[in-house]
């Protein structure tokens, strides 16, 4: 019988050990990220300790300056913290502050102010020391303008409220 005989059958046995090495790995369905992200963010969330000197810190802030807010071009997206932007919560992103903190923001010379919970990074402005959600934002009365002056202070139940 005339029968395929290999030259080399190491090179052979070699290809195939290549091959499939090469597979590719399982995908995930995007859904399957999602939730993988949203549990993330969930056991995350908060996991600044009460007693530890940064949240010491964030409870004594009092901060003037500008704030600002963001909307649209974001909704949907992933924060800094994994959960995504709803541009009409009541949220907002701080530099510093650890996500979760509550803050009341007021309207500088009036008495205006909201509560918003910190979920995100930001504001990127060197001037600014806030920005605010849309929803945020309208609630204050400082989305036609863009942006206004405000004081800041951490409530002292900051990472209590759900």
Sequence with gaps: MNMLRLRNPGAFACALLIAGCAASPP????EHV???QDELARSTEGATSDKSPQTEKARN??????ASW?????NGHRTANGERFDMHAMTAAHRTLPFGSWV?????????SILVRINDRGPFE????????YGAAVALGIARHGAAKV???????????S
Excluded: C, K, M, P
């Design 27 to 30: 995908r995930h369905s995007a």
């Design 34 to 36: 999602s939730q993988v």
């Design 61 to 66: 802030l009092h901060q003037a300056g500008l």
């Design 70 to 74: 963001y909307g649209r071009g974001f």
């Design 104 to 112: 009341r923001v007021t309207l500088a010379g009036r008495n205006r």
């Design 126 to 133: 060197r001037n600014r020391v806030i920005d605010l959600s």
């Design 151 to 161: 004081e800041l202070s951490v409530t002292s139940n900051s990472h209590t409220r």
